[in-house]
């Protein structure tokens, strides 16, 4: 079975550092790798989608790798900002089997920036 | 705005209540999800939809039933609530079941059963 892991559970920096945020999954046969934001009380926002078949994907101050053989994919946010403070998700896409196209989620990372 | 609609946002229940979480798509996806989140166990899937007509158990189904009442809809229905339902709900959209493009969520129902 699918899973995924991530680390640290809990992040507080000031404000204007750079995060790199990780996570890790033990089957390498998925479609995607995604990574939600979830702000206290809310639903889940996509941030970014890397197939497969890349290596990363770059939005804003937000930068996404992922190294499909190791099973590790990494956020990286530049010049964090107070409202960057939000639990962040990172979910698989299975690409085998009985599972296939199942989402498997991390347990996601609490990320605080004070000012 | 284009994306996945969940009704209702909050609910109260009693105990052996039972009630339809609905869900509806206008992105014209052909796969369709329920979730479950609970603190320190992470989003769990229930039920899936992978094409208009067919469902399938996910990891956790027990006390629930589902119907893909169309292309858009999809409905989640607790016959006899129980407290380890309370629980933070989630419906969620792809493309389709196998595919390479990714899942959109809803807002959620808070649901709490006393």
């Known amino acids: 079975k699918q899973e995924v892991t991530q680390i640290p559970a809990a992040l507080s920096v000031p404000e204007g550092e750079n995060l790199v945020l990780n996570c890790s999954f033990t089957d390498s046969a998925i479609y995607n790798l995604q990574w939600f934001r979830q702000d206290p009380g809310k639903g889940l926002t996509s941030l970014l989608l890397?197939?497969?078949?890349?290596r990363e994907q770059t939005s804003g101050r937000l930068n996404a790798s992922l190294d499909k053989s190791s099973g590790r994919s990494t956020l990286y946010i530049a010049a964090s900002q107070p409202g960057d403070s939000a639990t962040y998700l990172c979910a698989v896409s299975q690409r085998r089997g009985s599972t296939l196209g199942r989402l498997y989620f991390g347990r996601g990372t609490q990320l605080t920036v004070w000012p | 705005n284009a994306g996945v609609t969940q009704t209702p946002k909050f609910q109260v229940l009693k105990t052996g209540q039972s009630m339809t979480l609905q869900c509806a798509q206008d992105?014209?996806?052909?796969?369709m999800y329920w979730y479950r989140q609970d603190p320190g166990m992470g989003l769990r899937l229930i039920y899936y939809s992978a094409s208009e007509g067919t469902t399938d158990k996910g990891e956790v189904p027990n006390g629930y039933n589902v119907s893909r009442l169309n292309k858009r809809e999809f409905s989640l229905r607790l016959e006899s609530a129980a407290p380890s339902q309370t629980s933070v709900y989630f419906c969620?959209?792809?493309?389709?079941?196998?595919?390479?493009?990714?899942?959109?969520f809803g807002s959620g129902t808070r649901l709490t059963v006393v």
């Open positions: 890397i197939q497969s078949s890349q």
């Open positions: 992105m014209n996806h052909n796969s």
């Open positions: 969620a959209s792809s493309a389709s079941r196998g595919s390479n493009y990714g899942y959109t």
